[in-house]
């Protein structure tokens, strides 16, 4: 009798352990609100997963450029951007893969800007990207692809490990969203109303080699083959931007691949005339991301393709649905009227 | 059958360090082992056996002198003096040679203290595999310990090494008053990083069954040099003391002799550190024979000299070479900076949590060292629940405010180089 209280109390002892670890690894953890909002944009993802005919993955091209809300307001399009900064393409892949384990949408959008880079850039943008995600056979394949020389697995696996000296940098909102994260994009698009007109750009650098690399189209093919296996469209585009420079040498070797493998490709960085750009008002950092009045008039040029090209339906009819994106247009609006009053 | 599991983990932690450290390990073992049943017969064996061993460590302490660069066996250092205390201790008659090659092999290569210490004699270690024996007291008390270790090891050490790193990396603008700190800080870091890696390596041992020697007894309470080396690194003090210092003469030929014993002695401690910390050796050799008349009727002041004196000693710990050691602690004396040192201490990376974070586990670690029996019988008092919620905090302390993770290297201590 006193064996099994004693292996009781002590299993009991263990169990409060585990759980204090728990909640200590909650307080210590990033809770990406107001600083580094972008490490918080997968996690929105799972409240509203499926229902989506449009999925937009990417970098921070996608969930700067392209807003799901006015794709539904002008086209009845249901969408949602899964972009985290500096989005390698390996991470696109799991991402994608984790999103199709949800639904199973008409259209994927994938930016290829990230074809530029075949080798891990930084822990943090590793982290920004990772450190949200649910725990499944992607979250292990995006960290173990993902990971740079001076990370360990374990960290994402235990993040205490990795954010344990923040205790000295807490503040009352690591409190605040303890439980509950920041719900801080609309569909997963960053509202951002600034306006830094574009300025002097960096020269554009001749490089030695314009090829992207293997491993990049590895994980493009393994993309395109999940679409097809999904039967989802793949479509591939480079949003707009003037800088970093996206060579012709890389526009022809992408338009090439597209044409192989019978999708559709949009340059968009070619016509921003045409969609109306402005990078004199439309971009909050001097032309890298557009900010809001940008991503407006973005959307709703590539809407029209969305809608008449590719045929993506229109959802205003359904009145579930508009019930849905009514009150997220609502919200929208009124946060874009607030972010206006702020800079105005 | 446990012994012959913790023997193979040995070889495996001892491959993952590269196979030509095990090949060496492995020919050391079996050679002194063999040797060793031989020598009761052949008596004079015990000569090569301890000169080939010194040479060995001998051309690993000096390669630079010498012109060579290899990577020396993981814990040569230890295992080496080890392997002599064997050879010795039986040529003395002391010892029986040992028949079971397993029970041998573990001593030479018992993975947890392989790469620090303590540095144990056969007898010692013989006598703690014989007492074996794995129950809930060593299982617990065991793991308090290796917990204690890390906390010392990555709440204070890790700290005070982003301190000590930053002012020894740049000798012409880190003089005078920051060369103190650094030394007075090295003092602290090198007896948490070392003590805690010991406290790491008991506390394994303990909870494998294992009670081997103790390292460290408070030594920043030493009130003489002398004291000091009788409660800083034991184990290899008492190595010194029983195959170098007494078959010198010891202290049984006169007080000429008992100082030039004893600077032979610390001489032999500073090779076995390396080249570059023969002069440590040789100063603490002068400290330890000269240091009682420096004592006064004051303890507490007693103890700070001691500490201040040691700490000023370990420059040849923290700068690259005795050159720029002497030329460090020279500027103590002669460069007056003080009033710039606190500012750009505070401007080296550690921030006001991490100093107070340190201050706190620097507190627990005295009041520890200064009631360490207390501690200990109030931990043995405590039933088997309390012990583990302990356990678990001291645990969830040490993830919390430890200094580990990109950047750090938690599984490097100081004295695994030597």
């Known amino acids: 009798m006193k064996k099994i209280k004693t292996v009781l109390s002590v299993a009991a002892v263990l169990v409060a352990a585990a759980v204090m670890l728990g909640l200590l690894t909650r307080l210590l953890e990033p809770k990406y609100a107001t600083d580094l909002e972008e490490g918080s944009f997968l996690a ?8 989506h005919d449009v999925i937009f993955i990417g970098d921070c091209e996608v969930y700067a450029n392209f807003s799901p809300m006015e794709l539904y307001r002008d086209y009845g399009i249901t969408a949602y951007v899964r972009g985290t900064s500096q989005q390698l393409i390996w991470q696109s892949y799991y991402i994608l893969k984790e999103t199709l384990e949800y639904e199973t949408p008409k259209a994927v959008v994938y930016n290829v800007n990230a074809m530029r880079y075949s080798e891990p850039v930084s822990e943090a943008y590793n982290r920004l990207t990772i450190d949200n995600m649910r725990w499944s056979d992607e979250k292990i394949g995006i960290i173990r692809a993902s990971m740079t020389e001076e990370e360990d697995f374990m960290s994402y696996v235990f993040p205490i490990l990795r954010y344990h000296s923040r205790f000295d940098e807490l503040t009352a909102e690591d409190l605040q969203y303890f439980f509950q994260g920041k719900t801080n994009t609309f569909n997963g698009y960053q509202m951002n109303t600034n306006v830094v007109s574009v300025g002097t750009l960096p020269t554009k650098r001749v490089l030695r080699d314009y090829s992207f690399r293997d491993i990049c189209w590895q994980y493009l093919e393994e993309m395109t083959r999940l679409c097809q296996e999904k039967g989802v469209e793949l479509i591939l585009i480079k949003a707009p931007s003037l800088y970093p420079y996206w060579y012709d040498q890389y526009d022809a070797q992408i338009q090439q691949y597209a044409d192989q493998n019978g999708l559709a490709y949009y340059n968009f960085t070619t016509c921003a005339e045409e969609i109306g750009l402005d990078f004199s008002t439309d971009t909050y950092d001097g032309g890298l991301h557009l900010n809001l009045a940008g991503a407006v008039k973005m959307s709703r040029y590539f809407g029209s393709m969305l809608a008449d090209v590719h045929g993506m339906p229109d959802r205003r009819d359904d009145p579930q649905t508009a019930a849905i994106y009514e009150e997220k247009l609502r919200a929208y609006d009124a946060e874009a009227q607030k972010e206006k009053g702020t800079n105005p | 059958m446990i012994e012959l599991l913790i023997f193979l983990i040995g070889l495996l932690f001892y491959a993952s360090y590269g196979l030509t450290g095990l090949a060496y390990l492995a020919a050391v073992t079996v050679l002194s082992y063999l040797a060793g049943r031989l020598q009761k017969k052949l008596r004079w064996l015990v000569w090569p056996c301890v000169v080939l061993n010194v040479l060995a460590l001998l051309l690993v302490k000096l390669q630079a002198p010498l012109g060579l660069s290899f990577a020396a066996p993981l814990g040569i250092s230890y295992f080496t003096l080890q392997v002599i205390s064997y050879h010795i201790d039986i040529h003395r008659g002391i010892l029986q040679p040992e028949r079971n090659f397993l029970r041998y092999g573990l001593f030479v290569s018992y993975f ?7 540095i144990e004699r056969y007898e010692t270690m013989s006598r703690a595999l014989s007492r074996r024996k794995i129950c809930w007291d060593g299982i617990s008390l065991g793991a308090l310990r290796a917990v204690w270790g890390l ?5 204070i050490a890790s700290r005070l090494g982003v301190i000590i790193g930053a002012i020894s990396a740049d000798t012409e603008a880190f003089r005078g008053g920051y060369a103190l700190c650094a030394m007075i800080l090295y003092s602290l870091q090198l007896y948490c990083d070392f003590s805690g890696g010991i406290d790491t390596v008991l506390g394994v041992s303990r909870m494998l069954g294992l009670t081997l020697s103790e390292n460290f007894d408070a030594p920043f309470l030493s009130q003489s040099f002398q004291e000091f080396w009788r409660r800083w690194h034991m184990t290899l003090g008492s190595w010194l003391r029983q195959y170098i210092y007494i078959p010198l003469g010891g202290n049984r030929k006169g007080k000429l002799r008992k100082t030039v014993n004893l600077l032979i002695t610390f001489l032999v401690s500073g090779l076995w550190h390396g080249v570059d910390y023969i002069l440590w050796g040789l100063f603490n050799g002068i400290f330890v024979a000269f240091g009682k008349s420096l004592q006064t009727k004051w303890k507490l002041l007693n103890r700070l000299a001691t500490f201040l004196l040691v700490s000023l000693l370990w420059c040849f710990f923290i700068w690259p070479n005795a050159g720029t050691a002497m030329e460090m602690l020279a500027s103590v004396f002669t460069e007056w900076n003080w009033l710039s040192v606190p500012a750009g201490i505070a401007a080296m990376g550690l921030t006001l ?20 029996e207390a501690v200990n019988g109030w931990l043995l008092r405590r039933s088997p629940w309390q012990r583990t919620a302990l356990l678990c905090a001291l645990g969830l302390t040490v993830l919390v405010f430890g200094m580990y993770g990109i950047g750090f290297d938690a599984a490097a201590f100081i004295y695994s180089n030597f």
């Open chain 1, 44 to 51: 929105q993802y799972y409240e509203e997963a499926g229902g």
């Open chain 2, 112 to 118: 947890p203290h392989v790469s620090m210490g303590p």
């Open chain 2, 151 to 155: 906390a010392k090891k990555l709440i």
């Open chain 2, 353 to 372: 949590g991490d100093w107070l974070v340190a201050a706190a586990a620097l507190a627990a670690l005295g009041v520890y060292d200064c009631r360490r």
